[in-house]
């Protein structure tokens, strides 16, 4: 009688990856059977790229058993990987757009003529052939990649993968650029694959496509294994449980913030705004005095909205409003005219800038607002420092203090302290207390709350920490799939009732 091991291509078991002062996983599981689509879920940074990748061979895993087909593997590269049978299409294709799509598919295993030289010929009618028996493809094979649209490329990066008898295909987010059309047309193409036994990992955000077209899902939060499932078993809202680390709780009372009340008068409005697979058809006014919650999970589309209405994404269809005049956007500048803020996510990256002082970067925005030609007296930059380091209660030791050598919670004050010297009539705020002190957090939920309420600004703030959500917004936007699909306010608001809308189970206003 075959052993339940038999079921199984793929088994890897306690896997541990560990960066220098970083656990990336810890004590992973995963388990892959053979001819099935098997979904790996979890928010930004649960540890799902860090898994493919240590099962591709472009990390080497720190502990752990990997056991492909039988065997234990120790994949050194990702070459290594692909010959033994694990190929991965990724969504941005990593093919060259400048070859042929007979050479992109066959790039490193060109058929030979006697000479040893390329044999042309044959490598186009083995592409065709390809392409049309196993994805339904009838193109030229010998036009260039980059002629074909992104969907049409993600295919051939398929077809190459089932050319190398991939048992294997690893489709990390394929569907973030396609159509609806085009999704279903690939949805089909797995399908066959499945049929003929290829065994699918299947990596996507979009929760209605996993519930479409997957077997099983295995969870990961935080680095760590969460639990492996049968798809017909899970409800959606037990998933966006699991993946947040939050049980539903309807009962529940929630502290909350005298929260501002808005005024009458829109500052910012869009309609149908949209950025082709960041955001889609976005409708969202936003007015005076008023603090506005975006939540969903990560990833689901929250920092683009962010980043679109501050330029930094451009978009393609739909309109932005300001003060009752539609804008052109080219560039963050633009916005920034617009007396709009914005305080990244990532402050180590996108934020703050350590070799420079407290003062440097405080002032930062608005002697680049001002320009190179501007330059602001350093009496004025003093005054602008002190002012903020007082209205923050920013820890420095001066304003002349290296901004790297201060904790996270005050960096973030910096950053903060920086837009407001714009003196902006919208301030977004994306993540603003995520690793900072539980004291510095509740400063950060007050400002945002004071400044809608005594200033008549606007705020747009986003937290993956629902609580804060809560306990700050006077409205709440949920934010799934790139799209919005619920708006809660007053007493709609309510973690349980965010965690439904993700889910898709909340009916109430939408």
């Given at each position: 009688?075959?052993?339940?091991?038999?079921?199984?291509?793929?088994?890897?078991?306690?896997?541990?990856?560990?960066?220098?002062?970083?656990?990336?996983?810890?004590?992973?599981?995963?388990?892959?059977?053979?001819?099935?689509?098997?979904?790996?879920?979890?928010?930004?940074?649960?540890?799902?790229?860090?898994?493919?990748?240590?099962?591709?061979?472009?990390?080497?895993?720190?502990?752990?058993?990997?056991?492909?087909?039988?065997?234990?593997?120790?994949?050194?590269?990702?070459?290594?990987?692909?010959?033994?049978?694990?190929?991965?299409?990724?969504?941005?294709?990593?093919?060259?757009?400048?070859?042929?799509?007979?050479?992109?598919?066959?790039?490193?295993?060109?058929?030979?003529?006697?000479?040893?030289?390329?044999?042309?010929?044959?490598?186009?009618?083995?592409?065709?052939?390809?392409?049309?028996?196993?994805?339904?493809?009838?193109?030229?094979?010998?036009?260039?990649?980059?002629?074909?649209?992104?969907?049409?490329?993600?295919?051939?990066?398929?077809?190459?993968?089932?050319?190398?008898?991939?048992?294997?295909?690893?489709?990390?987010?394929?569907?973030?650029?396609?159509?609806?059309?085009?999704?279903?047309?690939?949805?089909?193409?797995?399908?066959?694959?499945?049929?003929?036994?290829?065994?699918?990992?299947?990596?996507?955000?979009?929760?209605?496509?996993?519930?479409?077209?997957?077997?099983?899902?295995?969870?990961?939060?935080?680095?760590?294994?969460?639990?492996?499932?049968?798809?017909?078993?899970?409800?959606?809202?037990?998933?966006?449980?699991?993946?947040?680390?939050?049980?539903?709780?309807?009962?529940?009372?929630?502290?909350?913030?005298?929260?501002?009340?808005?005024?009458?008068?829109?500052?910012?409005?869009?309609?149908?705004?949209?950025?082709?697979?960041?955001?889609?058809?976005?409708?969202?006014?936003?007015?005076?005095?008023?603090?506005?919650?975006?939540?969903?999970?990560?990833?689901?589309?929250?920092?683009?909205?962010?980043?679109?209405?501050?330029?930094?994404?451009?978009?393609?269809?739909?309109?932005?409003?300001?003060?009752?005049?539609?804008?052109?956007?080219?560039?963050?500048?633009?916005?920034?005219?617009?007396?709009?803020?914005?305080?990244?996510?990532?402050?180590?990256?996108?934020?703050?800038?350590?070799?420079?002082?407290?003062?440097?970067?405080?002032?930062?925005?608005?002697?680049?607002?001002?320009?190179?030609?501007r330059h602001m007296p350093r009496s004025r930059q003093n005054e602008l420092a002190d002012y903020y380091i007082d209205l923050l209660r920013i820890k420095v030791s001066d304003r002349e203090q290296l901004v790297s050598n201060l904790s996270g919670g005050?960096?973030?004050?910096?950053?903060?302290?920086?837009?407001?010297?714009?003196?902006?009539?919208?301030?977004?705020?994306?993540?603003?207390?995520?690793?900072?002190?539980?004291?510095?957090?509740?400063?950060?939920?007050?400002?945002?709350?004071?400044?809608?309420?005594?200033?008549?600004?606007?705020?747009?703030?986003?937290?993956?920490?629902?609580?804060?959500?809560?306990?700050?917004?006077?409205?709440?936007?949920?934010?799934?799939?790139?799209?919005?699909?619920?708006?809660?306010?007053?007493?709609?608001?309510?973690?349980?009732?965010?965690?439904?809308?993700?889910?898709?189970?909340?009916?109430?206003?939408?």
């Amino acid at each position: 009688m075959a052993s339940d091991n038999d079921n199984y291509i793929l088994q890897m078991k306690h896997i541990d990856m560990f960066f220098p002062g970083v656990k990336a996983l810890k004590d992973v599981s995963f388990n892959l059977k053979k001819g099935e689509i098997h979904s790996l879920m979890g928010e930004n940074g649960a540890g799902k790229s860090t898994l493919v990748k240590v099962l591709t061979g472009v990390y080497q895993k720190t502990n752990g058993q990997i056991s492909f087909d039988g065997n234990i593997i120790e994949p050194k590269t990702p070459l290594e990987s692909q010959q033994m049978g694990i190929s991965t299409v990724y969504q941005e294709v990593n093919l060259c757009a400048n070859l042929s799509v007979a050479e992109n598919i066959y790039i490193g295993r060109e058929p030979r003529g006697a000479l040893g030289n390329i044999d042309w010929k044959t490598m186009s009618k083995n592409a065709s052939v390809l392409l049309k028996e196993n994805l339904g493809l009838d193109i030229d094979v010998n036009k260039t990649l980059g002629f074909y649209p992104v969907a049409m490329q993600q295919m051939i990066a398929i077809a190459r993968a089932i050319d190398t008898k991939c048992k294997i295909l690893i489709l990390d987010e394929p569907t973030s650029s396609l159509s609806d059309k085009e999704t279903e047309r690939l949805f089909d193409i797995m399908r066959s694959l499945k049929a003929k036994g290829i065994s699918i990992i299947f990596i996507s955000h979009f929760l209605e496509q996993i519930y479409t077209i997957c077997d099983r899902i295995t969870i990961l939060r935080d680095g760590t294994y969460v639990g492996e499932y049968e798809i017909r078993n899970l409800e959606r809202i037990d998933l966006i449980s699991k993946m947040m680390g939050k049980e539903i709780k309807e009962n529940d009372i929630e502290s909350n913030l005298d929260k501002s009340r808005p005024h009458e008068n829109v500052f910012l409005e869009t309609r149908n705004m949209t950025v082709p697979g960041k955001v889609k058809n976005l409708d969202l006014k936003i007015r005076e005095g008023e603090v506005i919650g975006l939540a969903g999970l990560l990833g689901s589309g929250r920092t683009e909205i962010a980043e679109t209405l501050f330029g930094v994404l451009q978009k393609s269809s739909g309109s932005i409003n300001i003060d009752g005049t539609d804008i052109r956007v080219k560039c963050p500048m633009d916005m920034m005219n617009q007396k709009i803020a914005f305080c990244p996510e990532d402050r180590k990256v996108q934020g703050i800038i350590g070799d420079l002082s407290v003062r440097e970067n405080i002032i930062l925005a608005m002697q680049a607002k001002d320009g190179m030609f501007r330059h602001m007296p350093r009496s004025r930059q003093n005054e602008l420092a002190d002012y903020y380091i007082d209205l923050l209660r920013i820890k420095v030791s001066d304003r002349e203090q290296l901004v790297s050598n201060l904790s996270g919670g005050n960096q973030q004050k910096v950053i903060i302290a920086r837009w407001l010297a714009t003196q902006p009539s919208l301030l977004i705020l994306d993540e603003p207390t995520r690793g900072i002190d539980v004291g510095t957090k509740s400063e950060i939920e007050n400002l945002a709350v004071t400044l809608a309420k005594e200033k008549g600004m606007s705020v747009i703030f986003i937290s993956g920490e629902l609580a804060e959500e809560v306990r700050t917004c006077s409205r709440v936007l949920v934010i799934r799939d790139h799209e919005k699909v619920a708006e809660l306010s007053e007493d709609e608001i309510s973690t349980a009732h965010i965690m439904q809308a993700i889910a898709g189970d909340y009916h109430g206003h939408a």
